[in-house]
């Protein structure tokens, strides 16, 4: 696995801000980036910091006296030098399989500007490759995708003036992200036609760090190598080699030319390769022929859930690593083009909502995390380690080791309630104790869970977080006959009497969960879409859910709040509310449209029986996946909507996102309401009542080793029609 470099830090020490963590390195080589967005102007050249992967301090000894709800202390202002602007996804069509990557706009041509190019293991390949027909480009009529890992683009000309208006050659360009092109020229004229065709080429073999960070450097000089034109540094060299051999190669320009006779009606193909010399061919993980996750497929009265769910299979699968020294386990890279390596947090939440396709990719994560967990005596003992992630204007940036410390016994217990072998689970289970062990130990004697950093607040979501961890925790550490269980169950119930009373803000409204305590206590009153993790409590056995945080009441009024205007842009769930202080739209955490939120919103609503609310994102959702070719990305922009309107992507989103995909998987499969329990051998269904989607019929999941497939009627009435034949239906 290729190794990307860690971005800098901003000026002045701080961490940069923004939505993502584009240069973390694969697990293997555990480097992960200083903070969640990407690199600054190289030109600031700060010193470098650490990464935070957080020591555990725990919180006071009791809950803390309420006090009023207040606002902390403004953050330090951002540095007022301009920042370099990232080159733009959303109108880029990336093919994506990891370690490959290309990427171009739609009109075809990688013009060497921006991400164009092909890229593997971070390394840009191939920055320009431009073709030209007649001495002319054609003329774009048509950019898709067509396939996760595939783009096809389609141009017209006008060979002769005797053609009139029509075009009478077509130029089809196939593109794959293994560093494949193929353009296919056909002559739709009434004779024959003699084409000279000419493909300029070059590249800078930069680091996608280096050009999002607008730094790269000019074009290297190419030499003619073989069939086709070679590039050279220091550290690596590429070739292009083309099939048909050309006619002629001119290394000064770049340049490789054809002559191409097309009888009428006939076409010519010529195949351009793109390889890193030294590497061997790429063999992306997700093109095995035993892929850890299964080809669910979807059908019923609304046509959006298929295209939605192949495209989201397909994206999972496009993002699948391997671990190099241990290649039969694999995970999730974040999302492409920036984070095409594994971030922990983002790779377990996905590979959690993914169990519906087997529990291959979850015990390949954790076997993965496994290996890089800290050891040895100290605080930090059974942490997992991750970077920071930026929270907005109201709170400091989190440690996302601390969500993957949590995440870790939350998946491997439900894992091994969707199939998960038992001499599996056993074996990574002394990794889950040391995960829970941690947790215990940094909470101490007190109650809730804080930032690891001295003085970090006490997050919302992290509460929510812990206590789930805990109780699943208990319910594996029971199940396997291991010592803990009647401690962590204790602490869970301590936390849950203290966050009742200490993180819920009383307004005239019915009041809120406060986004986080300060460490003297007092409420971070922002509603924020972070209150939906504590609505996800988690599996157990019989089919049975964790208890939350939450009482009755206090989930209702959680459940009004997300329903609003507010919070529910019409397209999906805002960040941060559209009233609160420092909304954006556009804002990563302060008020994009996140699609994991949303997912956990809409699988939580239904669960808690708030239907209506669930069902309102839940549309809007699938609405707002129509105008992003059923490919969402991780977040877009949290704008109102309105009659006739679209939704605004995010210029710097991945897509594809690992927990957007993956998100997929829950929405569908939470509206059939499917609670596995494959040690005691039962299935128990809790399909949502209403059938917002009418008929709907998935098939092709996996639970308990086998093949499931369930159908839930337009009365909201579920049956399954595939399982494992010794699978009863619980009650």
């Known amino acids: ?29 555990l480097r992960m980036p200083e903070a969640s967005s990407p690199p600054p102007p190289p030109s600031a050249n700060p010193p470098p910091q650490p990464p935070a992967t957080g020591s555990g301090q725990a919180s006071t000894t009791s809950p803390p006296p309420r006090q009023p709800a207040v606002a902390p202390p403004p953050r330090t202002p951002p540095d007022s030098r301009p920042a370099t602007e990232l080159p733009s996804t959303h109108t880029a069509l990336i093919c994506v399989a990891l370690p490959g990557l290309a990427i171009s706009g739609e009109r075809g041509q990688l013009a060497g500007c921006g991400l164009d190019g092909f890229y593997r293991g971070g390394r840009r390949l191939l920055s320009r490759c431009q073709v030209r027909v007649a001495g002319r480009e054609p003329l774009p009529v048509q950019a898709r995708m067509t396939g996760a890992d595939s783009a096809r683009f389609v141009g017209t000309l006008r060979a002769s003036r005797a053609a009139g208006p029509d075009p009478d050659v077509v130029v089809e360009r196939t593109r794959h992200a293994d560093g494949t092109e193929r353009v296919t020229l056909r002559n739709a004229a009434p004779r024959p036609l003699r084409l000279p065709v000419e493909v300029a080429l070059g590249t800078d073999l930069a ?85 850890p996750l299964a080809p669910a497929r979807a059908e019923g009265d609304d046509p959006r859930p298929a295209p939605l769910l192949h495209s989201a299979v397909a994206d999972l699968r496009a993002l699948l690593l391997r671990d190099p020294a241990h290649p039969t386990d694999t995970y999730l890279a974040a999302g492409a083009p920036w984070r095409c390596a594994m971030a922990p947090a983002e790779a377990l939440a996905a590979a959690r909502m993914a169990l519906p396709l087997g529990t291959r990719l979850a015990a390949g994560t954790l076997r993965a995390l496994a290996r890089i967990q800290l050891r040895g005596p100290g605080p930090r003992a059974g942490l997992i380690p991750g970077p920071r992630r930026d929270a907005g204007p109201h709170l400091p940036p989190s440690c996302t080791g601390t969500e993957a410390t949590l995440l870790f016994p939350a998946l491997l217990a439900e894992a091994r309630r969707w199939g998960l072998p038992d001499q599996e689970t056993e074996d990574l289970l ?302």
């Not at 696995?1 to 080589?29: I, L, N």
Request: with cysteine; proline share 9%; glycine share 12%.
């Open 1 to 29: 696995m290729h190794q990307q470099p860690t971005p800098p830090s901003a000026p002045g020490g701080r961490p940069p801000r923004g939505p993502h963590a584009p240069f973390a390195t694969d697990v293997a080589g």
């Open 207 to 291: 680091q996608l760090g280096v050009i999002a960070a607008g730094a790269s450097g000019p074009e290297l000089p190419a030499s003619v190598h073989d069939s086709g034109l070679r590039w050279a540094t220091a550290d690596a060299a590429v070739c292009v080699t083309a099939e048909p051999p050309p006619s002629d190669a001119l290394a000064s320009a770049g340049l490789l030319r054809w002559e191409l006779e097309l009888p009428p009606g006939g076409k010519a193909t010529v195949e351009l390769r793109v390889r890193l010399e030294g590497a061997g061919p790429l063999r992306p993980a997700g093109h095995a022929a035993t892929s």
């Open 430 to 731: 002394p990794a889950a104790e040391r995960c829970l062990t941690w947790l215990r130990t940094t909470v101490g004697d007190g109650t809730y869970l804080s930032d690891p950093r001295p003085g970090g607040p006490a997050r919302c979501e992290t509460q929510a977080h812990a206590h789930r961890a805990a109780l699943l925790g208990a319910d594996l550490l029971d199940a396997y006959d291991r010592p803990g269980a009647t401690e962590l169950r204790q602490w869970a119930q301590t936390l849950r009497t203290a966050f009742q009373a200490g993180f819920w803000v009383e307004d005239r409204g019915g009041g809120r969960p406060a986004a986080a305590l300060t460490p003297d206590g007092r409420p971070v009153p922002h509603l924020t879409a972070t209150a939906v993790h504590l609505l996800d409590t988690g599996l157990l056995g019989a089919g049975r859910l964790a208890p939350g945080l939450l009482d009755k009441v206090h989930t209702e009024h959680l459940a009004r709040l997300l329903g609003t205007p507010a919070m529910d842009a019409g397209w999906g769930l805002r960040g941060l509310g559209a009233k609160e202080a420092g909304h954006n739209p556009f804002g990563h955490w302060t008020g994009a449209v996140r699609v994991q939120e949303t997912a956990l919103a809409v699988a939580g609503l239904a669960v808690a029986g708030y239907e209506r609310e669930g069902t309102g994102l839940l549309k809007g959702l699938l609405e707002a996946a129509e105008h992003f070719g059923h490919r969402l990305p991780e977040m877009f922009a949290g704008e109102q909507r309105s009659a006739g309107a679209a939704p605004l992507p995010h210029p710097a989103a991945c897509r594809p996102a690992a927990t957007a995909a993956a998100s997929v998987i829950l929405l569908l499969t939470a509206l059939a309401g499917i609670r596995p329990d494959a040690p005691a051998r039962t299935v128990t269904l809790r399909p949502v009542r209403s059938a917002p989607l009418g008929e709907l019929r998935l098939s092709g999941l996996r639970v308990a080793g086998a093949p499931f497939a369930v159908r839930v009627s337009r009365l909201g009435l579920a049956m399954v029609e595939e399982a494992a034949d010794d699978l009863q239906l619980g009650a």
